[in-house]
């Protein structure tokens, strides 16, 4: 865990709306401390991460107080910007968790609000940007402290750093704590396959150091994400039946209604495989199988998401057309909307942008079946699905447990028959839901399955912190616990790359499903002894 604590303020550094009343969830519990003054540099601001998510996150951290006194938000990206606060206040109004926006507190962040316009291809930007950054440590008091966000595609991320260290605005860092730090978080996805993933990191380990890089993957910022470890570590009657004694197979499902939202060049190079298997969906998987770590550190827990990852049995060449099934949205409805299909999206942008193949092969839906060679999970299958425009917004992950040894009450079960499952929603409707049979009252004996139903938002009230402002201000306190680590990124494109490599080689089908559907039917087959997929 971090060691750094609340700097007191520089004079001429405003206060943050300090007129918000602490959060009354945490009652009782000790005081969270703004993390030490610092700029937070964005690039790729013009964005829509920078306008949807990172902006509205660093709006509630400071409505929370949770900024330090001396802080400065700056963009840069390659339009000109003039209204960049004013822009963005919009975006606030519209994104942000909690509304109204809250005057005061806008305008105590917009004040150390400024935009440096520039191609990151041009030294010049770098210059024009270290002056800013001076302006801003006398001005807002941020003390040479500088968090670079860097919201760009992969192929951008080292270009970035490389003129970050050569302008001199980022350096070695020092055993002094004292002494100013400058980090860098990089977006997912990091690299498009092992060899890039593993060039980056030689690149970016010839610039910073390990401890200056914050490789994002913002599932883990999620709260249900993080109660994973919780829910597991922090209670003694999970753990003894998470195991293949018990367990007779695990699902994770990463569903969206939405489609690529205008994201089709994206797409086209990427795919839902490495988009959100790669990564979010994977990430889960390591939380739901890691062994318990030492300690709550950022290298103990890290360390056993790794040895998950390489439990993971791999899937390569003809066998990847048996465990995965990849598929792609035609036509449909979705929660009685009209859609269009993939490949209309496509066909309606070629004539704008003719560089868009015909060909496409873009998956926005895949299905697994997993094995983990370990003592723990062997012979336990994990099946995995990820897909845009499914029937439903769902994250989750469930636990199916073994079926009775012998049907004590088989003549008189009635309807049901079912095996005890315990379902971790992600999102939305974030909970824990433990189905198992129960007597129904009356007369001889009648079973039916029950649920017992936890809900964050009946316990806590509605509105969690989004998952980037627990990571944008986790890598401000230099706590690296929820970011991945190198060997980890490796690690889980070591698993994907030849699923991808198959695919091509093989020309797997493209399985074609409606919109609002939940995915191809094929993918049922991907399912073995009579397991089926769940319709949560
Ligand atoms: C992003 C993906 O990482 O996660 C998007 O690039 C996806 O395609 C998004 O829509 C989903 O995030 P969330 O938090 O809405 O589940």
Known sequence: MSTETAASAPSGAAPINSTIPPNPLREG?????????????????????????????????????????????????????????????????????????????????????????????????????????????????????????????????????????????????????????????????????????????????????????????????????????????????????????????????????????????????????????????????????????????ANAVRDEKVKVLRTLRPIRGKEVLERTVRGRYAAGTVRGDKVPGYLDELEALRAEKPELSKDSKTETYVGMRLELESWRWGGVPFYLRAGKRLAKRVAEVAIHFKSLPHGLFKDTLGATNEPNSLVIRIQPDEGISLRFATKVPGQGIAVREVAMDFRYGAEFGASTPEAYERLILDAMRGEATLFTRADEVEAQWGFIDPILAAWEKYEAPVANYPAGSWGPTEADGLLVGGDTWRKP
Do not use: C
């Open 29 to 297: 519990m000790p005081e969270e401390t703004a993390p030490r003054p610092a700029a937070i540099i964005i690039f790729g601001a013009s964005g829509d991460l920078t306008r949807r998510k990172l902006v509205p996150a660093i709006y509630n951290l400071a409505l929370s107080r949770l900024l330090p006194q001396g802080f400065a938000l700056v963009g840069v990206a390659r339009r000109p910007k003039p209204e960049f606060a004013a822009e963005m206040r919009e975006n606030v109004a519209k994104y942000s968790r909690r509304k109204p926006l809250n005057d005061a507190a806008w305008n105590e962040l917009a004040a150390g609000i400024s935009y440096v316009q520039g191609d990151h291809n041009d030294p010049t930007t770098f210059t024009k940007l270290k002056e800013e950054l001076e302006r801003v440590d006398k001005t807002r008091g941020t003390a040479g402290n500088r968090l670079f966000y860097l919201s760009v595609g992969p192929d951008e991320v080292a270009k970035i750093v490389r003129g970050l260290k050569e302008s001199g605005l980022v350096v070695a860092p020092s055993d002094d704590p004292e002494a100013s730090y400058q980090r860098v978080i990089v977006e997912k996805p990091f690299g498009t396959n092992l060899a890039t993933a593993k060039a980056l990191n030689r690149e970016l380990l010839t610039y910073l150091d390990e401890s200056q890089i914050f490789r994002i993957d913002h599932y883990l910022g999620k709260e249900t994400v993080q109660n994973l470890l919780v829910f597991r570590f922090g209670n003694t009657i999970f753990e003894p039946l998470w195991s293949r004694q018990h367990v007779d197979h695990v699902q994770i499902t990463v569903a969206e209604e939405i489609g690529i939202e205008g994201r089709i060049d994206f797409y086209e190079k990427i795919g839902i495989t490495r988009d959100i298997v790669q990564n979010h969906a994977l990430q889960i998987l390591t939380l739901v199988a890691m062994e318990p770590p030492s300690s709550w550190d």
